[in-house]
């Protein structure tokens, strides 16, 4: 099953983009579980699940990362695509 997971790209609570990355699974995700990535320390919860088993995947969005400044967006993506994840 395709495993797709949206991470919203916030400053001062207005968002700014998102960045999304997939995978196959046999994990099925749930509200709270934490997920861990190295494009972050410290482990994101699971804010929301939608699965569809007639189209194979779920997705799941997880808790905001703080860009702290929208100037330094750029970065903050490069530094996500380096971690496997691709920017919307």
Do not use: C
């Amino acid at each position: 099953m395709t495993l797709t997971m949206d991470v919203a790209l916030v400053a001062n609570k207005e968002h700014l983009g998102f960045v999304r990355k997939e995978y196959e699974t046999s994990i099925l995700p749930y509200e709270g579980l934490e997920i861990e990535d190295s494009a972050w320390k410290d482990s994101k919860k699971v804010l929301s699940v939608v699965a569809s088993y007639q189209n194979n995947y779920i997705y799941i969005a997880l808790e905001p990362y703080d860009v702290q400044k929208s100037k330094h967006l750029n970065q903050v993506k490069e530094m996500f695509q380096a971690h496997g994840w691709v920017s919307h």
